[in-house]
């Protein structure tokens, strides 16, 4: 009797445990952010402008602005969970390439040389910045919001606030909450959640064109997410574009399904 109380004590502390270690240091299992020495010098072979935008915290977000010779108007792209501009900046070099778009894209707190505290609405209210940005060089009739995974909680929060030309969810998740149960099924999650970057409720209300882009074979962002996203859209136009084949990070190497979905959207 006196070991089944132990156990059940030292299982009870054990689980305790845990659930204090996920709630306080949740923000390193959600976020797996690379930082940059302010130092950094990134090197493109596309004009670019690098942008520092100060937020009403007193935080610094770090952009880069990749600039067209003709351009058509402007992608404000929210980049995916890991890396930072140094990486991502390829990607919008290549979208600023090949659609003659002129690309910002910018890093959330804690990644490159974005400095501030990460606080919910903090992040997302760091998007409008760089919105406010792209609408005092073109139209709102001439910018589209591209989220990339991780990203995509911040393009539906600056669409339903917004009026853009369109926007384009890339293996985008219904809510973090959604991927916390799964990567983490045995902890209370929707108890112990922080950050509740959602989806789901925001793209009902999104009325400008969407685009969701997803891999069938995704095996972080389940390809179901992307289908009930699709379903819930608000929009008058919209379309889904699978991915067969696709997982989360290599949806490029399908040139075919994926560059001809881009080429579609941004014609």
Not at 45 to 69: C, M, P
Not at 169 to 180: D, F, G, N, Q
Request: include cysteine; aromatic fraction near 16%; proline fraction near 4%.
């Amino acid at each position: 009797m006196k070991i089944a109380k132990r156990f059940s004590k030292v299982l009870l502390l054990l689980t305790a445990f845990v659930f204090c270690m996920f709630y306080f240091f949740q923000e390193k299992l959600i976020f797996y952010s690379s930082t940059l020495p302010q130092t950094h010098e990134y090197r493109f072979n596309t004009a670019f402008e690098e942008i520092y935008l100060r937020s009403n915290d007193g935080a610094v977000l770090n952009g880069l602005h990749f600039k067209a010779a003709n351009p058509k108007g402007v992608i404000l792209y929210c980049h995916g969970n890991a890396g930072a501009l140094n990486v991502w900046g390829q990607w919008g070099e290549l979208l600023a390439n090949r659609y003659s778009y002129d690309v910002v894209v910018w890093d959330y707190r804690g990644y490159g040389k974005s400095t501030g505290k990460r606080r919910q609405q903090l992040m997302l209210d760091d998007g409008h910045l760089f919105y406010e940005y792209c609408k005092k060089l073109f139209p709102e009739d001439l910018i589209t919001v591209y989220g990339r995974s991780l990203g995509g909680f911040f393009a539906t929060h600056i669409s339903i606030n917004n009026t853009p030309n369109r926007m384009i969810l890339e293996s985008t998740p219904v809510s973090i909450l959604e991927v916390a149960q799964k990567a983490y099924p045995f902890i209370p999650a929707k108890w112990l959640l922080k950050f509740r970057f959602q989806n789901h409720e925001n793209i009902k209300e999104i009325a400008i064109p969407t685009y969701l882009i997803h891999g069938t074979e995704d095996d972080l962002i389940p390809f179901e997410h992307g289908q009930r996203l699709f379903a819930l859209s608000g929009a008058g136009t919209k379309d889904f574009f699978p991915v067969e084949g696709g997982n989360h990070n290599d949806l490029s190497n399908f040139e075919e399904a994926y560059f001809e979905a881009l080429d579609q959207v941004l014609k």
